[in-house]
């Protein structure tokens, strides 16, 4: 397994929650790192990337959420905060080696792909 995330649960609206994503191999040695999500009966959507020290966001998550790496634990991190209803989703992390005119937000440039972790906001 390349990828694996974890830490997903039930939070209330409102609060915050961290999720995680530990790599191996290759796909740590990937240089971008992102997170996307998939609600029931939508499309997967990106979230966050993050590349060396640059970070995106989704419009969407823009200011609540954070995406992290760290070299050491060899793991990704997506602090988010400020949670509504609609965040609701399970969440994917993945990897992938790209240059600067590379399109993080599509899913079509990623390499490696966690096995997803569910997080439910309650409102």
């Known amino acids: 397994v390349q990828l694996q995330a974890f830490g997903g649960g039930l939070v209330q609206a409102g609060g915050g929650f961290r999720i995680s994503c530990a790599a191996c191999g290759r796909a740590f040695s990937s240089n971008v790192m992102g997170w996307f999500r998939q609600a029931p009966g939508k499309e997967r959507e990106f979230v966050a990337a993050i590349r060396w020290s640059s970070t995106y966001y989704a419009d969407s998550v823009k200011g609540r959420f954070t995406i992290s790496r760290d070299n050491a634990k060899n793991t990704v991190y997506l602090q988010m905060n400020s949670l509504k209803p609609e965040d609701t989703a399970v969440y994917y992390c993945?990897?992938?080696?790209?240059?600067?005119?590379?399109?993080?937000?599509?899913?079509?440039?990623?390499?490696?792909w966690g096995q997803g972790t569910k997080l439910t906001v309650s409102s």
């Open positions: 993945a990897a992938g080696t790209m240059n600067y005119s590379s399109d993080y937000a599509r899913v079509d440039e990623y390499d490696y």
